[in-house]
Every structure is written in C-alpha cells, then in structure tokens.
C-alpha cells in the first residue's frame, strides 16, 4: 500500500512538473521590439520649434484666426490663418503622443501618450505648459509592422514611442500573444462643444474641431472618450485642469459630437445619445443601431448626419450617408433616408449645406434642404484628393486628407473655390 502511494506521489510531482515547464518556455522569434521613451522625458517633451512641414497629419482645429494640425504622435502644426488666401506655417509644438487637441480661451488642452496636458497660447509665438494631468489615459502603442509579432512591453520603462522590428529572445506564457491597445483604438478629436457650422466671432471661448471626435468641450469641462469610457476633466481655471472621474458610455465607441447640452456618440453599430444637463454625470437618453460600421456623426436643427463606413476594422462593406430626424427631447430618433457613398470619413454642416469627406472619391458637397432627395441636390465636388476631415465657419471650409491642407471659400454657393493649399511633404 505504501509502494502505490509512494508512486502515485512521484506520479503527481512529475505531473506537477510537467505543467509548471508548459506555463513558461523561452522563444526566439522576430518581432515588432518596443522603443521607449522615459516618462521623465516625457514630461520635459513640450516644446516650441521652428516650423516644419506636414508630413502625417491628423485632425485640424480652429480658433481666433488661427489653424492648429496635427501631426499624428508627433504635436501640432501652427498656421497663422488670418489671411485664409495665403496661410502661414509659423511654428511646430512638439508633444509625444498627441493626436489632438482643443482650446478653451487661451488654453489648449493636448493628449501625450498617458497624459494630458495645458498648454498656454496667450502668445501663439511662445506657447507654454502650464499644467498636466499624469496618468490619466489608458497605456497605448504606436502602429507597428502587423507582418510581424509583438514582443512584449514593459510599462516600467516608458512609453512606446516607435517599433524596432529585431529578433527577440523571450520568456513565454503557454499559448502567449499579447493585446496592446493601439494608438488608432483611442484616437482623439475633438470637436466644438456645441458648434454645427457658421459664423463664429473672434474671442470665442471655444475653438472649433472636426467630426472625428473623442474629445469636446462643454461649459467648464472638457470629456475625451475611448472605446467606452468617457474621461471628464474640470477646465473652469484656465490652465488648470484636474480630472473629476470617468464613467462606461457603452461599447465600440468611434466618435463624440456636442451639440444643444447633449452628447452624440458615434459607435462601430450605432448612435448613441447622452443627456449633459448635469455636466458631471452624463446622462443615456437614447440610441440609433445601425450594421457594424465606423461612424462620426454631425447635428443641426433637429436632424443628425451620420457617414458610415465599411471595410478593414471597420466591417460590413456599406459606405452610405443616413439621415435621421430626432425629437426635441433627443429620446426618439427616426431614419429618414440613406444614401450610398465611396468611403466616407468626416462632415460639417452650414445651417443646410453639407459637407461629406468621402474618402479617395473626394469632397462632396450638398443642399440638404430637402431631406429625401440630397442626393440629387449636391452643389459640387472636388475630386483627385483624399478627404478626411472637415471644419465649415464664417464662409470658409478647411480640409484636410492625406495629401495635405485646403481652404475653400463657399461664400457664393455657385461658385465654390479652392483659396490655398499646404501640401504635405514630398519624400520623392
């Protein structure tokens, strides 16, 4: 009896033993290999340099006569506006990780990687940090060469500023691949906090974003969202912004518009509306599900405007324009008619005039006036560019794709025109 104990045991140990080697084993293998930045470096990163030119440029924004463009990771591009025939690139501001921006009075509000950071532009020549919020964003990696694995990272050291792709030697977990949230799954913009197009006056406490948004500004407050959580920061002091908590607005999320005290999400199946009649506690009202799609989303006068894409992450193939009437409480939202597009990305909306990025097919413009025939009201279209995004004010679009900057000038709805142009960067 005690010999089959005896062998049982050792039966058990080796066992043991056995599981113990398959949880961990060491691999060699060719990998995206991390580049890190110290978040001691980090937080001594934002600075102003001399002007460079557009080489990745990200989202636009707009405040008192001056167009702010990021360069996606990199920071943000400075263009003196004031003459919209003849901008002026004046200045870079490097800041790691930022993918966007938003400004109330003479503060801009920029995410760097994990943080967010004040920056003061009372002298757009000399703009300054002022303050930051540490810690405050989720952990986020660059885009990396998707032919290759992903070695692991270490959060100790930094953040992941590039990828080096190397042969690894590494500790394994049995069935390891590790998930990293990517730079592009909290991918900000911001918007306006409550603009939808038009005259806008110099001194405006707000400045004006695109339709690609994670980020507005509402009253004293400024929200960035992720793909389900809505981050909430206190901006009552200029310069001195301090988090009062975050809160799950649902899943999927891709975008965030602000519009008459209510937020407008735009997820990957839907629209989903919140109520900021308590600005601290945003409040679910309603939604709108449509098929799996990626979806910003613009509001005016009683109607929502909603690009919706398909392929690559984003699924589904239907790329299409829906229009969806709403009711004055924002609770019952009804789909009015749809129209099919190319690929669409961003729009803005000018009282009745339309805007739609669609993608390599161009900007397109329309009168949308008639809800159920926009198709067969549209005013122009500028083909051979690659449109994004959009911002409409004062008779002036600005637009940016993937090929640079443009302003036109839709003052006479007849005759709409291209007034400038930054290109990007020419590596041939």
Not at 224 to 233: E, N, R
Not at 271 to 278: E, G, P, Q, W
Not at 354 to 369: I, P, R, S
Request: contains cysteine; charged residues 25%.
């Amino acid at each position: 009896m005690k010999t089959k104990f005896r062998n049982i045991l050792t039966l058990l140990v080796v066992l043991a033993a056995f599981n113990s080697c398959m949880d961990e084993y060491t691999e060699v293998f060719t990998a995206n290999s991390p580049v890190y930045m110290s978040y001691e470096d980090l937080r001594e990163a934002v600075k102003l340099k001399v002007a460079r030119e557009l080489e990745n440029p990200g989202k636009i924004y707009f405040k008192d006569g001056y167009i702010f463009i990021n360069e996606e990771l990199k920071g943000i591009h400075i263009i003196d506006n004031r003459n919209p025939e003849s901008p002026e690139n004046i200045g870079f501001i490097e800041i790691p990780g930022n993918a966007d921006i938003a400004i109330k009075n003479n503060t801009l509000y920029a995410d760097s990687y994990i943080d967010l950071v004040a920056i003061d532009i009372s002298d757009v020549n000399n703009p300054e940090e002022v303050s930051r919020v540490e810690d405050i964003f989720p952990y986020t990696t660059p885009p990396f060469n998707e032919d290759y694995r992903v070695a692991k990272v270490d959060e100790e050291k930094g953040v992941v500023v590039d990828w080096e792709v190397k042969k690894v030697r590494q500790e394994m977990e049995y069935h390891y691949y590790p998930v990293y949230r990517g730079f592009k799954e909290f991918d900000y913009a911001m918007n306006d906090g409550g603009f939808s197009g038009g005259a806008v006056q110099p001194g405006s406490t707000f400045g004006i974003g695109g339709s690609m948004a994670r980020f507005g500004l509402y009253s004293d407050y400024l929200y960035a969202v992720d793909h389900s959580t809505l981050y909430m920061f206190d901006v009552k002091d200029d310069g001195s912004p301090h988090s009062i908590g975050n809160q799950n607005v649902g899943w999927d999320v891709e975008t965030m518009f602000i519009y008459d005290g209510h937020m407008f999400f735009g997820t990957r199946s839907g629209m989903r509306i919140f109520s900021l009649s308590v600005a601290t506690v945003p409040k679910y009202i309603g939604d709108f599900w449509h098929i799996t799609s990626c979806d910003p989303v613009v509001v005016s006068d009683g109607y929502a405007y909603v690009t919706l894409r398909g392929g690559n992450l984003c699924g589904s193939n239907v790329n299409r324009l829906d229009v969806l009437e709403l009711s004055a409480d924002y609770k019952n939202i009804t789909l009015v008619q749809s129209y099919p597009l190319n690929g669409p990305y961003g729009l803005g909306i000018d009282n009745d005039i339309l805007f739609v990025c669609d993608g390599d097919a161009g900007l397109k413009v329309y009168d949308v006036t008639d809800k159920l025939h926009i198709d067969e009201n549209m005013i122009t279209r500028f083909s051979n560019i690659d449109a994004f995004d959009v911002i409409p004010v004062n008779d002036y679009l600005f637009m940016i794709g993937e090929d640079g900057f443009y302003q036109y000038d839709y003052s006479d709805l007849n005759d709409i025109r291209q007034i400038s142009y930054i290109p990007v960067k020419n590596d041939s």
